[in-house]
């Protein structure tokens, strides 16, 4: 059975147990026809990531999302929460191994001598040290933090070559930092845009309990029948030792594995994968992100590796998947869904 056909209604925690299969709108997919054949592939619901969206690109991702046949309470918004970001850059900056570049707040002046990395949470720049290790876009890029540079910033020596673009997130690495407690303007603006269209999921990323229910109270303050479900996105250690805290202020949780990742290096992320299963199945509906058929970003089939590890988790009783690069920016974004719903179901039943 394809299509709206399909039982969808399973964003809460509670609901049937079959898994679900969430796709993420991108570049790569942005458009009712794409977005159709994901739903036609076997979608559940879409995710829209707001941390790359001003409130007009909502609106086109959002009409999008529903010209392909999703309703609005199966798209789910997706917040910046506590995450730490960049801030918009004229250009993208193309970087090599020494340089040096200036991690300053928004809204500082340009350095005529080093390249300036606009961060938007002050908090964050103020609870750098010298010496730590700052990992931009998931661990793609490595910055080392080497001395305090004007106006509460840092000059950060790169490690390795690539490709810093506006929006990406920021993790630091070996010694976990506080997430942002307070909610963003920006997130503000996109929540009440996406309630007045009708959506009714949000997830937030970064979560604490304090954040949860900010937004929380935000949406109901904009909604008065309250209808509203809440997805807490697991991504630094210390979530995962309060789960327990988690829980009963989220509908969901999601396991992150691209910020988790970047924040504990890879070695660590098995551990702390085996933990949250551990403590969140049976307690509440857990989803997982971050790479699941990573390889279908540029191959038509998934890995052994990818189709084996999907059935284990379904096995061990998660609660879904959540898609990213697969769909958003990746060649094969229908066959990504396509696989996953088959092997979630194969698995499932």
Request: with cysteine; charged share 20%.
């Amino acid at each position: 059975m394809t299509g709206m056909a399909r039982s969808r209604g399973a964003l809460p925690a509670e609901g049937p147990p079959r898994p679900m299969v969430i796709a993420t709108l991108g570049p790569a997919s942005a458009t009712a026809v794409s977005a159709a054949a994901l739903r036609e592939a076997g979608a559940d619901a879409v995710r829209l990531n707001g941390s790359f969206l001003d409130e007009a690109g909502l609106r086109g991702y959002l009409a999008a999302a529903l010209a392909g046949g999703f309703s609005p309470s199966h798209v789910v918004v997706d917040l910046q929460g506590g995450k730490t970001r960049l801030g918009e850059l004229a250009s993208p900056i193309e970087v090599r191994t020494g340089q040096i570049l200036w991690l300053a707040p928004l809204g500082s002046a340009a350095d005529p001598l080093l390249p300036r990395l606009p961060v938007d949470r002050a908090g964050f720049l103020g609870g750098l040290r010298r010496g730590d290790t700052v990992r931009v876009d998931d661990g793609r890029l490595v910055l080392q933090i080497e001395a305090p540079q004007g106006a509460g910033g840092w000059a950060a020596r790169v490690c390795g070559e690539g490709r810093i673009e506006s929006r990406k997130g920021l993790a630091l690495h070996g010694r976990e930092s506080p997430p942002g407690a307070e909610l963003l303007d920006r997130d503000r603006a996109l929540l009440r845009l996406a309630l007045a269209e009708g959506v009714t999921d949000f997830a937030v990323s970064y979560a604490s309990c304090p954040l949860l229910e900010a937004v929380r109270r935000e949406a109901a303050s904009h909604r008065a029948d309250r209808s509203i479900r809440i997805h807490g996105k697991i991504e630094q250690p210390n979530a995962i030792q309060r789960l327990p805290e988690l829980m009963p202020v989220a509908d969901s949780l999601w396991l992150c594995r691209g910020d988790l990742g970047a924040e504990v290096g890879l070695e660590a992320l098995p551990r702390l994968q085996a933990a949250a299963l551990e403590g969140a199945i049976g307690r509440v509906r857990l989803l997982i992100a971050g790479q699941v058929l990573h390889h279908m970003t540029v191959s038509p089939r998934p890995t052994r590796s990818e189709v084996c590890h999907v059935a284990d988790l379904v096995w061990r009783g998660v609660g879904g998947f959540v898609l990213s690069d697969e769909t958003a920016t990746g060649r094969y974004g229908p066959e990504a869904v396509h696989w996953l719903r088959r092997l979630v179901d194969s698995a499932a039943w």
